[in-house]
């Protein structure tokens, strides 16, 4: 009897969940220019189940520049400059500015597949891991970004590399 105890007190330890396994790390590489960039790269769908990649990224060192690039699947969607990302959380609301075309590489992209957003004013007001709601209008009406996600965004501006 005491052995069938313990069987199952096993199993039921092994079936608890162990913190959030769904969460990616932060990663650093450097850029082709050798400058240092830490980013958190997330592919999630909107309420219509079109594949997004979101990649959030400082460039240089703690201080950086921040920056979220939306990327979707060329030929399937295009998206216009400026326009800005409202964001979501609760009541809560923000308007990332559109700074796509202040990349060299994004405006002579033909496909015009991906915008990047300034992330700094979203990430110097957020306090908790709450869940977001991105809209982009014309592009996507919602996609929620789920708290380990913005975990690692709140990482980004003071992470070491």
Same mark, same amino acid.
């Given at each position: 009897? #005491?052995?069938?105890?313990?069987?199952?007190?096993?199993?039921a330890l092994l079936l608890l969940p162990c913190g959030n396994q769904a969460a990616a790390q932060l990663q650093?590489?450097?850029?082709?220019?050798?400058?240092? $960039?830490?980013?958190?790269?997330?592919?999630? +769908?909107?309420?219509?189940?079109?594949?997004?990649?979101?990649?959030?990224?400082?460039?240089? #060192?703690?201080?950086?520049?921040? +920056?979220?690039?939306?990327?979707?699947?060329?030929?399937?969607?295009?998206?216009?400059?400026?326009?800005?990302? #409202?964001?979501?959380?609760?009541?809560?609301?923000?308007?990332?500015?559109?700074?796509?075309?202040?990349?060299?590489?994004?405006?002579?992209?033909?496909?015009?597949?991906?915008? #990047?957003?300034?992330?700094?004013?979203?990430?110097?007001?957020?306090?908790?891991?709450?869940?977001? +709601?991105?809209?982009?209008?014309?592009?996507?009406?919602?996609?929620? $970004?789920?708290?380990?996600? $913005?975990?690692?965004?709140?990482?980004?501006?003071?992470?070491?590399?």
């Amino acid at each position: 009897m #005491e052995r069938i105890l313990g069987v199952f007190i096993a199993l039921a330890l092994l079936l608890l969940p162990c913190g959030n396994q769904a969460a990616a790390q932060l990663q650093s590489h450097n850029d082709g220019n050798g400058v240092p $960039v830490l980013r958190s790269i997330e592919s999630l +769908r909107d309420l219509d189940y079109q594949a997004w990649q979101l990649v959030a990224y400082r460039e240089g #060192e703690a201080g950086g520049p921040l +920056r979220l690039r939306v990327v979707g699947y060329p030929g399937k969607v295009r998206l216009n400059h400026p326009t800005a990302l #409202e964001v979501f959380s609760g009541e809560r609301h923000w308007a990332l500015t559109d700074i796509t075309l202040n990349n060299p590489t994004l405006s002579t992209d033909s496909r015009d597949a991906a915008a #990047e957003f300034d992330l700094a004013p979203l990430l110097s007001d957020i306090k908790k891991n709450r869940p977001l +709601r991105l809209v982009l209008p014309g592009v996507f009406t919602e996609l929620p $970004v789920p708290p380990f996600v $913005v975990k690692e965004w709140r990482e980004l501006p003071n992470q070491p590399l």
